[in-house]
């Protein structure tokens, strides 16, 4: 859970209107899939009983929200995006976990690792094509009195499936990246772009598409969720090796016991020199010990990978917040965009 103090107050307010919609949603799942859904989303514990998690951060439908209201529409406009953008993010979320053999999230087990693969695959299936119904139909999926015109609804289901199609190309290269000896930064950054810009773009879009905003405003608004998106991976690649376990919910130096190929490794290895070349004769390894882990991530910092990693994702803050200076954008939730997008760098979990 996000401690309250640090996350902007826009949180708080999406998981109010999206949240019961997200519930809403999920409860039209079979009966089969849908305790495994509510255990991932955090809803209920390995046995059903209610506990009381949120299910992370909240940053997609809390853009949502944001991109209708920063086109002068109400909030509520924008909770189909926000629900179908989350569900497309959980879907992403088990398979990874899956392609990772990651068998722990938010400190307990991931969904592969409590109810087997087979599960883990099926139920992320029914939550990718939820989202697509939600879009196309939202008054009857979630049982809302305002909702987007017909043709602003199937201009935001075809962003949802184009963003979607980008995040599988961009999973399917860090996938490859794993076997290959090094991966050049402009590689490792058109992978992000693809694994998690692509879908922060539709989020800080889709709000927007609704609403039935002009194009270059929805572009404008894809931007900023764009490079947020890269921002927001050049932070997650920062924790995936130096994260607080005890803040992010996952072991410690994740990342490179599963050999990936993140911003931070990728800047390192680029650097050449004695310190590079050490690092890549450790990911040559196929099972790294712990201290063999521990030195790579010295080796990376060493060589300048943290550094580099750092001064990319304030960069990419900058190119963010330069896409908000549109005098279309309505100044409160533009305020509200900046604070998020300042929290996705700032966080540390």
């Known amino acids: 859970m996000i401690p309250t103090e640090k996350a902007p107050a826009v949180f708080g307010r999406a998981r109010d209107l999206v949240g019961p919609a997200m519930r809403t949603a999920v409860g039209r799942l079979s009966a089969e899939m849908r305790p495994v859904a509510e255990y991932h989303f955090g809803w209920t514990d ?17 853009l949502a929200i944001l991109s209708a209201e920063a086109v002068g529409a109400d909030a509520v406009i924008g909770v189909p995006g926000g629900v179908a953008v989350e569900l497309v993010h959980n879907f992403s979320l088990i398979h990874d976990d899956v392609i990772d053999g990651d068998a722990e999230r938010r400190h307990r087990p991931t969904v592969w690792a409590r109810y087997g693969i087979g599960q883990a695959v099926i139920v992320g299936d029914a939550l990718l094509a939820l989202a697509q119904q939600i879009l196309l139909d939202p008054a009857r999926v979630l049982e809302l009195d305002r909702v987007a015109e017909c043709d602003a609804a199937r201009r935001a289901a075809s962003r949802i499936a184009d963003s979607t199609a980008s995040m599988i190309a961009g999973q399917a290269l860090d996938m490859a990246f794993e076997t290959l000896p090094t991966v050049d930064v402009a590689g490792c950054l ?8 692509a879908l922060l773009g539709c989020a800080a879009a889709i709000g927007a598409e609704l609403a039935g905003a002009p194009a270059e405003v929805v572009a404008s608004l894809d931007r900023f969720g764009f ?16 994260g607080d376990p005890a803040r992010t919910g996952k072991p410690a130096w994740s990342d490179l016991r599963s050999h990936k190929k993140t911003l931070p490794v990728a800047a390192a290895l680029a650097t050449g020199g004695a310190d590079a070349a050490e690092l890549a004769e450790l990911l040559a390894v196929p099972c ?8 790579a991530a010295e080796l990376v910092e060493q060589a300048g990978g943290r550094e580099i990693s750092t001064a990319e994702a304030r960069r990419r803050l900058d190119a963010a917040l330069a896409a908000l200076d549109s005098p279309h954008l309505a100044a409160g939730p533009r305020a509200e965009l900046t604070e998020v997008a300042r929290f996705v760098i700032e966080r540390e979990f």
């Open 46 to 62: 390995a046995d059903g009983r209610p506990v009381g998690g949120n299910g992370g951060k909240g940053v997609r439908p809390a």
């Open 190 to 197: 058109a992978m992000e772009g693809g694994k998690t810009g």
């Open 227 to 242: 490079e947020l998106g890269l921002a927001f991976q050049a932070a997650d690649d920062l924790l995936g090796i130096w």
């Open 288 to 295: 790294l010990s712990d201290g063999q882990v521990a030195r």
